[in-house]
């Protein structure tokens, strides 16, 4: 009777990113891509483990129609003082992993970059930032369980 | 979605973006040309599917005052 063959493990996937550089800085920026019914956008978002929650420029909402009145409410706490904003479960995809993810979109508060914070992303992979060799490892955590 | 390529695009032409600041720009990462627009909505208007039926990135250029004035990390 042959020896029953032994499975082969599968590596996890593992997304390495560059940061980008801009005006002389170095930035966690990683491509995603949104998608709501219809309508879906491919951009860049900055990978930011101080953010407790995921805020989007308002002309990412626009492309996604979401509609003001839509929008859960939230109030959002910044260096720059509190703004109004509201949150959207949206679809998203990094790479081959998708899943829901909860965005915040605001008019009044636009940041430099589109933010990914910790809540619905970082439970989702595991993330290393090396600001040596500037580059951020993502590793989805559905792939380090199986 | 393959991404390598769309980053690998970002990284290399970020320094000749910088001149946009305060635009958004729309790329293909196969081709080497890109588009770019004050307002999103327009510029997403005009985007082409490529042979391989993806959609373009869209990403918005910072500006250097931006970038200075922003300290990144959000809280509820």
């Not at chain 1, 590596?11 to 949104?34: N, S, T």
């Not at chain 1, 805020?55 to 003082?81: D, H, N, Y």
Request: charged share 25%; net charge positive.
């Amino acid at each position: 009777m042959p020896a029953p063959k032994k499975k082969t493990p599968v590596p996890p996937k593992l997304y390495q990113f560059p940061y980008v550089r801009f005006h002389g800085k170095f930035y966690p920026l990683i491509p995603i891509a949104l998608s709501r019914g219809e309508q879906n956008v491919n951009t860049f978002a900055l990978l930011d483990s101080g953010a407790s929650i995921s805020v989007f420029r308002p002309e990412i909402a626009e492309a996604l129609s979401i509609p003001r009145r839509k929008r859960k409410g939230m109030r959002l706490g910044t260096a720059a003082g509190g703004v109004d904003i509201g949150v959207e479960k949206i679809r998203v995809e990094v790479g081959t992993t998708a899943f829901n993810a909860r965005i915040g979109f605001s008019h009044d508060f636009a940041a430099s970059f589109n933010i990914i914070g910790r809540e619905t992303f970082f439970n989702k992979f595991s993330i290393c930032f090396n600001e040596i060799s500037r580059t951020v490892l993502m590793v989805p955590l559905e792939d380090l369980r199986s | 979605m393959d991404i390598r390529n769309e980053t690998k695009w970002l990284c290399e032409n970020a320094r000749a973006l910088e001149k946009y600041s305060g635009q958004w720009v729309m790329f293909h990462a196969g081709q080497d040309t890109f588009q770019k627009n004050e307002s999103l909505s327009r510029l997403l208007k005009s985007a082409p599917i490529d042979t391989a039926g993806k959609r373009p990135f869209v990403f918005h250029v910072p500006s250097k005052r931006a970038l200075a004035e922003t300290v990144f990390g959000t809280t509820r």
